[in-house]
């Protein structure tokens, strides 16, 4: 699995003041279960060090002006950028992490500064990172200045997961019976982010209208990319966990019901973290042996060592 990342996050000397960006996150554990493909627009067209640039508002159109000289980079820029997110495209990454607030790579929140002038109050997207996400409008993108939240942080991790789930599912020249599987395993996942993303995957996999295999892959891999690139939240996954305890409610004691309403009820009030449940719950999935439950990848999105369910703050 593939993640694109603006180079300076991994230390690489590349900055306009020839120092590095070293992200812990993106170098310590991204890296151990992702290829990192580095991408530096700059270095590539100014090299390093290099005057620094800003973006700038000149009569309603974004351009790229060098602080020093003044000098419009703007072209040079946009057509590195657009030729990098096209390679980026042709490495089948399954995510991207940019440098927040760089004229490149920053995915929102860019000082726009006013024509001729020190005011920034509008802001903008980086070049390349507009690029990038005009090519895959549905790649899972994100800053790491952001990443230090918890809950974007398992957001994100969850969507690259599950981007890259689709991507090897989609290669392996899929029938009707493995789509129906592929969508069963995510129907907890998925209803974790959204009821109406759930429903419409649903109607997409019935398949009522009878179209060609093709034809409903391709609707059902955008549909997907939708559903999973929203933000889960507490109460939707608090619904999800009841919808799990519902499946062996009848087959167990009140004690046991008891405690893992409890469970529950502690998870939503940001007492316990949210893996303290599911492995609750994993255990009666044991139990029962049930076989519908075993393959939910919303009881076991990713690498359980990312920890990320781990922290209260994970979800809100
Ligand atoms: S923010 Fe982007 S353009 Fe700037 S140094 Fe880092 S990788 Fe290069």
Not at 126 to 148: C, H, M, S, T, Y
Not at 151 to 175: T, V, Y
Not at 216 to 229: M, P
């Given at each position: ?121 509008k ?27 918890p ?25 009707f019976?493995?789509?129906v ?13 959204g ?20 034809s ?72 029962f ?7 939910q ?20």
């Open positions: 699995m593939k993640i694109g990342v603006s180079s300076c996050l991994l230390g690489t000397q590349c900055r306009y003041d020839g120092a590095g960006s070293k992200d812990g996150f993106v170098v310590n554990e991204l890296a151990k279960y992702f290829e990192l493909v580095p991408y530096c627009p700059e270095a590539m067209v100014f090299g390093t060090p290099r005057e620094s640039i800003r973006l700038v508002d000149v009569e309603g159109e974004i351009r790229v002006i060098s602080n020093k000289e003044h000098k419009d980079v703007t072209k040079e820029l946009k057509d590195i950028s657009e030729q990098l997110a096209l390679e980026a495209f042709e490495e089948n990454l399954c995510g991207f992490v940019f440098k927040a607030k760089s004229p490149s790579c920053g995915i929102e929140r860019v000082k726009l500064y006013e024509n001729n002038s020190n005011m920034c109050e802001k903008a997207v980086g070049l390349f990172a507009k690029a990038v996400i005009d090519k895959q409008p549905l790649l899972p993108i994100e800053e790491d200045g952001r990443l230090n939240d809950w974007l942080k398992e957001n994100f991790l969850m969507q690259i997961f599950a981007f890259s789930d689709l991507q090897k599912f989609l290669d392996n020249n899929p029938s019976k493995d789509l599987e592929f969508h069963t395993s995510y129907k907890y996942l998925v209803y974790a982010k009821q109406e993303s759930y429903k419409h995957l649903g109607s997409i996999v019935a398949n009522h209208d009878k179209r060609e295999l093709e409903v892959l391709e609707e059902y891999k955008i549909a997907f990319l939708k559903a999973i690139s929203q933000k889960g939240n507490i109460n939707k996954t608090y619904n999800v966990l009841l919808h799990i305890f519902g499946y062996f409610k009848k087959l167990i004691n009140a004690d046991e019901k008891e405690h893992i309403l409890t469970a529950c009820q502690e998870y939503k009030d940001g007492i316990i973290p949210l893996i303290a449940v599911v492995k609750l719950l994993n255990l009666y999935v044991k139990r042996d049930d076989k519908y439950l075993k393959v990848k919303f009881l076991n999105p990713y690498p359980k060592e990312l920890a990320l369910r781990s922290d209260v703050k994970a979800y809100k």
